[in-house]
């Protein structure tokens, strides 16, 4: 089974700031099948991201991916509040399609 | 527009069983792979298991937690999918949720569905 770990576990930062979140896989993951989902309190998630850098459908253009290999990143170009969130990675590359333990995002 | 609506959480007792349904339109759930995915309240996402598309063989893969208890079927013409849950333990209460896949991530989920699994 393919671990992910994501990092930070919580970060705090103040709207307009560049935030990145860093997924480190126990082993090499196809970048085509790795993803990234945002969690609001109270909703289902999210996808943002798959194949490792492409946005999903109406995901606006300051959330970016990118990584290769068993090193993945989501970058916020400008944090905004409604960004507050939990961001979680997934791969979907062996079964079974693990996910990381999450980030928290806060918004200062 | 694709909507996914899952169904059928209770309360139920160590060693019982529970079947949900997830209910889905704007597509044919026949030609899709599908997957459930649990959370545990104020934790992670859990992957539970996923189902092929019939075209690329209808089978389906399990999370070793639950593997050998749940089971992913569909209904063809009803255009639901489910999700069988035996020998149910406390380690399994969560919301559940059902999800579409595309080739590389879940891009539609439903609202979830909550099991809780205590005497």
């Known amino acids: 089974e393919i671990v992910l770990t994501q990092s930070p576990g919580t970060l705090s930062l103040s709207p307009g700031e560049r935030v990145t979140l860093s997924c480190r896989a126990s082993?090499?993951?196809?970048?085509?099948?790795l993803a990234w989902y945002q969690q609001k309190p109270g909703q289902a998630p999210r996808l943002l991201i798959y194949g490792a850098s492409s946005r999903a459908t109406g995901i606006p253009d300051r959330f970016s991916g990118s990584g290769s290999g068993a090193d993945f990143s989501l970058t916020i170009s400008r944090l905004e509040p409604e960004d507050c969130a939990v961001y979680y990675c997934q791969q979907l590359g062996s079964p079974p399609w693990t996910f990381g333990q999450g980030t928290k995002v806060e918004i200062k | 527009e694709v909507q996914l609506v899952e169904s059928g959480g209770d309360l139920v007792k160590p060693g019982g069983s529970l079947t949900l349904s997830c209910a889905v339109s704007g597509f044919t759930v026949i030609y899709a792979w599908m997957t459930w995915v649990r959370q545990i309240p104020g934790k992670g996402l859990e992957y539970v298991g996923h189902?092929?598309?019939?075209?690329?063989?209808?089978?389906?893969d399990y999370a070793a937690p639950v593997k050998g208890r749940f089971a992913i079927s569909r209904d063809d013409s009803k255009n639901i999918l489910y999700l069988q849950m035996n020998s149910l333990r406390t380690d399994d209460t969560a919301v559940y949720f059902c999800t579409k896949n595309t080739v590389s991530g879940l891009d539609d989920w439903g609202q979830g569905t909550l099991v809780t699994v205590s005497s």
């Open positions: 189902i092929r598309s019939r075209p690329d063989g209808g089978t389906a």
């Open positions: 082993q090499s993951v196809s970048s085509t099948k």
